[in-house]
Structure formats: structure tokens, C-alpha cells
């Protein structure tokens, strides 16, 4: 059972960028240029440098309990009944990202692709494929996640051909839009690195030393902060600062408008591939909430409560499925985001600190 | 047993879940148009002309595609979208223009301005982004129903058209999605091809450029101004041909020209500043050739620098004539207060922002280079 539980560093990193690159991506672009204009690869690559440190913090955290998982931390840290409650927050926190991930993810597909599919028609497709992969132990999704992660390239070779066709003056002068903009910018944009709070789950498993551990955790960083400036800076060269604001997904307009000999048109195609990176942050959320549910429900198998919170899911995501909603559910999840992804376990973090507390037992087990 | 039944329940029950079943188009319930023209009509209202191609005979015949003809249909609407709407009462089959690839306006439309007319192709998302946009001269409607006779369909005829006037030098490549922030960016106006159509003789015609102020038809600038727009530009490097009258007036008429090619360009825009009041230097360096001189051959030096110094002259005084007609258009082709935002943001912010063009004095300088003279001197 440990070993089928264990993945590789190299797993490791393609779970973490798996689950961070989602629905948020393609409007990237597009949620930071309101803050901070022609700067806003600026800003993305200050946020990936504030998410380096919370990923050391993270790594700190998990060394002191090397052979424990976050639900165990916590109760560790906290003692058994506040520990639980955290656990039940942080189950209710993986659901609504989670049913998030649903709603902002049919309301895209419906907006650009299929526009008179009924609406739970596209979210059963997508909860039954999340329940289909959740369901399975850690290492088949790692294995699923590291093929899913050649689509990457594929982002990354097509949206170069803008190239052609860009105007440079658009980002200049470059740092116009003052600092304090930028910094606003940074802060929206932490939504898009959602999902680095896995590492947190992911630590016992992995097979790796301390330094292993630091560097795959910085590599997945940085090629996510690279992978977000890269993609925002052929955006913002391409569309001028009007036209942007009025492109919610600038990275599909930006497809949309290439056209080649064979396909016509590769916002279609890339949709289509968009939908698994989709599909892995919504299995890795279903696996959270399932993971921190077997934990409180110790009856219950991890299986039966893929189920139950995927059904959770759908159900909460049909109901939320307004223009409004959206933008409010959106809201929420930022700040439930910020609080869950970044205060709680810095809080954690100096409480272990503050008070000595380390995995008992085993202190020195650092060597494993 | 029961496992196969229940594996075939559930197999015929997937289906249901297919997308497909909802968002299908199929090519047989669809017209796919290819060329569509927007003129306004006396009382405001949009006109817009549609070509889409009609099969004959069906399909038995394999070689039929060389028979394809393609019919016309106009119709009035309140907004561009509508004219559409109101066509898809007229046509058999469902009306499509996500495969459009040309879009053409008439002048007078072009006048009232683009965006509005466009607006429904940005809005949807099969939206034909990378069909091109002309300007014809007079009426679109004319264009469309032009009997030309070297493509078997028009949509297809004015893409080759505009394709290979984007090649020979005369007018910016400008699809509907490389327009839209000009039309929208008040720093930096579009400006499209312009032609004009011959109906008895069956064929359109290259004129120039249209020139626009945001979004307004407000100019036109000739063949030789679009060429020179282009090079002052530096969107066009080589392969544009300018005829050149040389000063003297020979009675054979042929003797007074001269033909040259140009092989390379390199363009800079510089912006000088003095007192706050931004002159902008648009310099072009020149290699060229000639293709035609029939009066002369250019043996010696002294020839050859009268020569050239007649070029410079009249070259330069075709960059003068084309930055007059486009101050006059008030038409920020050459993104002049782009560039002085860019650099000189302050400045642009105090005092030119939304700036009329003839406002700032605008100077071109053309600096020449014989490479050669064909294969003989």
C-alpha cells in the first residue's frame, strides 16, 4: 500500500504544475491588466518570486514532520479537536475550489466552443472523468499527470507564431504604471498559483531527499512564473491596451486569431487540450477533499469519498452558474485562497516554530 | 450474461452524453459564405451583399468543382448582424460566415465608420478573424457582383487580389483581427486597400489606400503615395517599383522616365523635441536598381549623380505630398503619437494626447543607393 502511495521528484513537479495550471490562465492576462496595464508580466514575475519563498516556507514545515501528511500537521500542531476543525475547513476549502474550477470551466467551454450543450451535460462529462482518475492511488495520477504535461509544450510552441505580428510599443514605457499598481497586480494574480498548497499533501510521499525536494519544488515554480509571463507577454504585445480590456480570455483570442493551412482554427484544438489541464486541477482538488475527508471519516475509504465529494461538487456548481455568481464565486475563492494557501500554514509554520514542536518519535529523520 | 447486458445499457446510454449532438453544424445545412460587402443605403440603413457558392448539377461529377458558381443575395437590415438575419430568410440553408475571406465596405460606409459593422464577427466565437478587409470605391455591392473571369468564385478572386497587391508593395496587410486595436487605439489609425471596380471590363482594380481617423474613412492616397506610405513606414521593404519622371522633356515620350526597383529599406522614426513641441523625422534609407531607363545609359559618374539627384528630388516630393494628404486625413498611419508616448510619455500626456496629426510637423528624408542597373550599364 506505502509504495503504490510513493512517487518520483520528477512526478512531483508535474503534480505541482498540473494542478496549478487550470482554468485561471487563460484570463490571466486579461485579470492583472486591469491592475498593472503594460507591466503585468512585471507583476506575475514578482509573484513568482513571493511564491518561491511561501514554497520554502512550505518545504521548512514539512521537514519538521517528515513522515506526516498536512491533516496530521495540523493536529500535531494544533491538538486534536482544533486540528480536526482545520481539517474540516481545509475539505470545505478543496471543494469549493473545486466546484470553482467546474463552473469557471463550463462557462468558458460554453462561451467559446459549445454554446447550446446543456449545462450539467458538460459538467457530468467533467465529474465523472475527475471521479474516474480521483479514485485511483497516488502514483496512476502522477503517472496521468506527467503525460498531460507534454500539452504544455504545446502552449508553449504555438503562442510564439504572435510573433509575427506584434507592436512592442504596447508595454512600453515599460514600468509606466508605477509600483504600487504592480504589486496590486501580483496580489490578484495569486489565484493562478492556487494549487501550490499540494505540496503540503503531496511531502511524505514523495521519494526524495531535502535538497531534491528544494530544488524540483523551485523548478515547478519557475516554470510556472515563466509559463504565466511568457504567455501575458505575447498577450500584452499583441493586443493593445483597449483591446485587452475587452478580451476576458485573451490567451483564446490570441489562438483564435492565428489560422493555418490544415486547422483553421487552434483555439478549437487547444481548447480540447486546454480541457485536460482542466481535468487534472479538478482530480487533484477531488483528491485533496478526499484525502482530508478519510482522515476525519476514519470508517470511510478514500473511494467512497471521491464520490460523495465530487457529487458535492456538481451539485454546487449547478446551482452557481450566473454571470454574477461567477464573479462573486471567483471573489470568494481568491480570499478563501489567500487565507487557506498562504496564512494558515505561515501560521502553522511559526506556531511549530514558536513552540518546538516536531514529529515526535522520529526527530531525527531526516535522512529518509 | 448479465454483465453484457449491463455493459450494453450502458453503452447505448453514452450517446445521449456526446456533445455533438447539440452543437453540430453540418456542411450540408449550411451556406457557407465566403465574400460579403457592406454598403448604407438613402435612408441609413445597412446594406450587405453576400457571394456564396452554389454546387450544380450534384455531385455525381468528380470534376465539378471547376463548375461551382456562386450566387448573390442582398438584404437590408438596421445593423450589420441583422442584414444576416434577414438574409437567412432567403437562403434554403442556415447562412455561416465564420468562413468569410474578404469582408468589403463601400466608401460611403467606411465613412460612417468600421467598427460597428465588425463588432458581430469580434462578438462570435467562429468569428472569421483572419478574413481581410477592403475599401472599394463607390459601392461593395458592385464588387460583389462583379463577373470577373480568373477565379471560379469571388470571395476567392479578391483574397488572391488583395494577397498579391500585399506582395507588390500597395496597401498594409490588414486582416479583421490586425485591425481592431486600431480601430479602437486613438494613437494609432488603420488604413486599408481601396479599390475600384470595372464592371464592363470585368475586373477590379488597385487605387491606393483608404486612409481613417480612428475608425472614420476620412482620405485616399494613390498607388505611388500607398508605396511610399509603406516604405516611409517600414512595413515594406523591397520589390516596390516606382516610375520617375526625369526633368527633361524629351519629345519621345518614353525618354523622360525611368523605372527603379527598390531592393532594401531601412526606415527609422526619429522624434526630435525642442521646447515641448515634438518634430518627427522619418528617414528611409534606400538600395535600389534600375529596371528602365530608356533615354540612357549610365556610363559616366556625372550622368549617373544628375540621375540620381532627379530621383531623390522626386521621390522625396511623392513622401511630402503623401504626409500632407495623410495630415490633411488627420490619419496617424505612421503611429507618430504612439512613438511619442512611447518615448516621451509625460509630454504626450500634457499636451498630445488625442492630438490632431497636422499638428506635428512631420519631415521625411530619403537617402538613396544604386545597386544596380540591371545586367547591362
Same mark, same amino acid.
Given at each position: 500500500m506505502k509504495n503504490e502511495n510513493q512517487i518520483s521528484k520528477l512526478q512531483m513537479i508535474t503534480f505541482i504544475?498540473?494542478?496549478?495550471?487550470?482554468?485561471?490562465?487563460?484570463?490571466?492576462?486579461?485579470?492583472?491588466?486591469?491592475?498593472?496595464?503594460?507591466?503585468?508580466?512585471?507583476?506575475?514575475?514578482?509573484?513568482?518570486?513571493?511564491?518561491?519563498?511561501?514554497? #520554502?516556507?512550505?518545504?521548512?514545515?514539512?521537514? !519538521?514532520?517528515?513522515?506526516?501528511?498536512?491533516?496530521?500537521?495540523?493536529?500535531?500542531?494544533?491538538?486534536?479537536?482544533?486540528?480536526?476543525?482545520?481539517?474540516?475547513?481545509?475539505?470545505?476549502?478543496?471543494? $469549493?475550489?473545486?466546484?470553482?474550477?467546474?463552473? $469557471?470551466?463550463?462557462?468558458?467551454?460554453? !462561451?467559446?466552443?459549445?454554446?447550446?450543450?446543456?449545462?450539467?451535460? $458538460?459538467?457530468?462529462?467533467?465529474?465523472?472523468?475527475?471521479?474516474?482518475?480521483?479514485?485511483?492511488? $497516488?502514483?496512476?495520477?502522477? !503517472?496521468?499527470?506527467?503525460?498531460?504535461?507534454?500539452?504544455?509544450?504545446?502552449? #508553449?510552441?504555438?503562442?510564439?507564431?504572435?510573433? !509575427?505580428?506584434?507592436? #512592442?510599443?504596447?508595454?512600453?514605457? #515599460?514600468?509606466?504604471?508605477?509600483?504600487?499598481?504592480?504589486v496590486k497586480g501580483a496580489t490578484h494574480a495569486t489565484l493562478a498559483w492556487q494549487g501550490i498548497e499540494i505540496i503540503l499533501l503531496l511531502s511524505p510521499n514523495v521519494k526524495a531527499t531535502r535538497k531534491e525536494r528544494v530544488k524540483a519544488v523551485t523548478f515547478a515554480n519557475l516554470f510556472i512564473t515563466l509559463f504565466y509571463s511568457f504567455l501575458t507577454f505575447i498577450c500584452l504585445i499583441y493586443f493593445s491596451k483597449e483591446e485587452i480590456r475587452l478580451l476576458p480570455q485573451p490567451v483564446l483570442f490570441l489562438l483564435k486569431s492565428f489560422s493555418f493551412k490544415i486547422i483553421e482554427r487552434p483555439d478549437l484544438v487547444l481548447v480540447s487540450f486546454w480541457i485536460i489541464l482542466v481535468g487534472t486541477s479538478f482530480i487533484s482538488y477531488l483528491y485533496s477533499a478526499s484525502l482530508a475527508g478519510a482522515f476525519l471519516i476514519k470508517k470511510w475509504t478514500r473511494k467512497s469519498l471521491v464520490y460523495l465529494s465530487a457529487f458535492i461538487c456538481f451539485f454546487f456548481a449547478i446551482f452557481f452558474n450566473g454571470e454574477n455568481e461567477i464573479i462573486k464565486l471567483t471573489k470568494y475563492t481568491t480570499y478563501t485562497g489567500l487565507l487557506f494557501m498562504i496564512a494558515i500554514p505561515v501560521f502553522l509554520l511559526i506556531l511549530s516554530l514558536l513552540f518546538r514542536k516536531r514529529q515526535k518519535g522520529e526527530v531525527n529523520a531526516e535522512n529518509d | 450474461?448479465?454483465?453484457?447486458?449491463?455493459?450494453?445499457?450502458?453503452?447505448?446510454?453514452? /450517446?445521449?452524453?456526446?456533445?455533438?449532438?447539440?452543437?453540430?453544424?453540418?456542411? *450540408? =445545412?449550411?451556406?457557407?459564405? &465566403?465574400?460579403?460587402? @457592406?454598403?448604407?443605403?438613402?435612408?441609413?440603413?445597412?446594406?450587405?451583399?453576400?457571394?456564396?457558392?452554389?454546387?450544380?448539377?450534384?455531385?455525381?461529377?468528380?470534376?465539378?468543382?471547376?463548375?461551382?458558381?456562386?450566387?448573390?443575395?442582398?438584404?437590408?437590415? =438596421?445593423?450589420?448582424?441583422?442584414?444576416?438575419?434577414?438574409?437567412?430568410?432567403?437562403?434554403?440553408?442556415?447562412?455561416?460566415?465564420?468562413?468569410?475571406?474578404?469582408?468589403?465596405?463601400?466608401?460611403?460606409?467606411?465613412? *460612417?465608420?468600421?467598427?460597428? =459593422?465588425?463588432?458581430?464577427?469580434?462578438?462570435? /466565437? *467562429?468569428?472569421? +478573424?483572419?478574413?481581410?478587409?477592403?475599401?472599394?470605391?463607390?459601392?461593395?455591392?458592385?464588387?460583389?457582383?462583379?463577373?470577373?473571369?480568373?477565379?471560379?468564385?469571388?470571395?476567392? @478572386? @479578391?483574397?488572391?487580389?488583395?494577397?498579391?497587391?500585399?506582395?507588390?508593395?500597395?496597401?498594409?496587410? @490588414?486582416?479583421?483581427?490586425?485591425?481592431? /486595436?486600431?480601430?479602437?487605439?486613438?494613437?494609432?489609425? /488603420?488604413? &486599408?486597400?481601396? &479599390?475600384?471596380?470595372?464592371?464592363?471590363?470585368?475586373?477590379?482594380?488597385?487605387?491606393?489606400?483608404? +486612409?481613417?481617423?480612428?475608425?472614420?474613412?476620412?482620405? *485616399?492616397?494613390?498607388?505611388?503615395?500607398?508605396?511610399?506610405? &509603406?516604405?516611409?513606414?517600414?512595413?515594406?521593404?523591397?520589390?516596390?517599383?516606382f516610375l520617375i519622371k526625369t526633368k527633361n522633356h524629351d519629345k519621345k515620350k518614353q525618354k523622360n522616365f525611368v523605372i527603379i526597383e527598390i531592393l532594401n529599406a531601412r526606415q527609422k522614426t526619429k522624434l526630435q523635441v525642442k521646447n515641448d513641441a515634438v518634430t518627427a523625422l522619418l528617414s528611409v534609407k534606400l538600395q535600389y536598381r534600375i529596371t528602365e531607363y530608356p533615354k540612357n545609359h549610365i556610363t559616366s559618374p556625372i550622368l549617373f549623380n544628375r540621375l540620381q539627384k532627379e530621383i531623390k528630388n522626386r521621390l522625396t516630393k511623392t513622401a511630402e505630398k503623401t504626409i500632407t494628404k495623410l495630415q490633411k486625413a488627420n490619419c496617424d498611419g505612421f503611429g507618430i503619437e504612439e512613438e511619442i508616448m512611447v518615448h516621451h510619455n509625460q509630454l504626450w500626456e500634457k499636451k498630445y494626447k488625442n492630438t490632431a496629426l497636422r499638428d506635428i510637423p512631420i519631415k521625411a528624408n530619403i537617402q538613396l543607393e544604386l545597386i544596380n542597373s540591371g545586367i547591362i550599364n
Open positions: 504544475i498540473q494542478t496549478q495550471i487550470g482554468v485561471a490562465f487563460l484570463s490571466l492576462p486579461y485579470e492583472i491588466h486591469k491592475f498593472a496595464k503594460g507591466d503585468s508580466w512585471i507583476s506575475l514575475i514578482l509573484t513568482g518570486f513571493f511564491m518561491e519563498v511561501l514554497v #520554502i516556507f512550505y518545504l521548512v514545515l514539512c521537514n !519538521r514532520f517528515p513522515k506526516q501528511h498536512f491533516f496530521q500537521i495540523l493536529e500535531s500542531i494544533l491538538g486534536k479537536v482544533l486540528g480536526k476543525c482545520f481539517t474540516f475547513f481545509y475539505t470545505g476549502y478543496f471543494l $469549493l475550489t473545486g466546484s470553482t474550477i467546474l463552473v $469557471l470551466f463550463v462557462y468558458i467551454l460554453k !462561451r467559446w466552443m459549445l454554446p447550446y450543450t446543456p449545462y450539467w451535460v $458538460l459538467l457530468f462529462l467533467m465529474v465523472s472523468i475527475g471521479i474516474y482518475i480521483a479514485i485511483e492511488n $497516488l502514483s496512476i495520477i502522477a !503517472r496521468f499527470y506527467f503525460i498531460a504535461s507534454f500539452i504544455l509544450i504545446l502552449f #508553449i510552441v504555438i503562442a510564439p507564431i504572435a510573433f !509575427r505580428d506584434v507592436n #512592442i510599443h504596447y508595454i512600453m514605457p #515599460i514600468g509606466h504604471s508605477g509600483v504600487m499598481n504592480m | 450474461m448479465r454483465r453484457t447486458i449491463e455493459r450494453l445499457v450502458l453503452f447505448m446510454c453514452i /450517446p445521449f452524453f456526446l456533445t455533438g449532438c447539440w452543437d453540430q453544424r453540418l456542411l *450540408k =445545412e449550411q451556406k457557407l459564405i &465566403l465574400l460579403v460587402g @457592406y454598403d448604407v443605403n438613402s435612408k441609413g440603413n445597412v446594406v450587405a451583399s453576400t457571394s456564396y457558392p452554389i454546387s450544380k448539377g450534384g455531385s455525381r461529377d468528380s470534376n465539378s468543382s471547376s463548375f461551382s458558381k456562386s450566387t448573390i443575395l442582398t438584404t437590408n437590415g =438596421e445593423t450589420a448582424l441583422d442584414t444576416l438575419l434577414h438574409a437567412d430568410l432567403n437562403i434554403s440553408e442556415r447562412i455561416d460566415i465564420s468562413k468569410a475571406h474578404v469582408i468589403l465596405f463601400g466608401e460611403k460606409i467606411a465613412k *460612417k465608420g468600421l467598427y460597428q =459593422e465588425l463588432d458581430h464577427i469580434y462578438r462570435n /466565437p *467562429k468569428g472569421a +478573424l483572419s478574413a481581410k478587409v477592403a475599401i472599394i470605391e463607390g459601392k461593395a455591392i458592385d464588387a460583389i457582383r462583379l463577373k470577373q473571369e480568373e477565379a471560379d468564385l469571388n470571395g476567392r @478572386y @479578391y483574397d488572391e487580389f488583395l494577397k498579391s497587391g500585399e506582395s507588390t508593395g500597395f496597401y498594409t496587410d @490588414y486582416n479583421v483581427q490586425s485591425v481592431f /486595436p486600431l480601430l479602437l487605439n486613438h494613437t494609432k489609425d /488603420p488604413m &486599408l486597400p481601396l &479599390l475600384n471596380i470595372h464592371s464592363e471590363k470585368h475586373r477590379a482594380r488597385t487605387v491606393g489606400m483608404a +486612409l481613417f481617423n480612428n475608425e472614420k474613412m476620412t482620405g *485616399k492616397l494613390n498607388t505611388t503615395e500607398a508605396k511610399m506610405f &509603406l516604405l516611409l513606414n517600414g512595413t515594406k521593404k523591397r520589390k516596390v517599383s
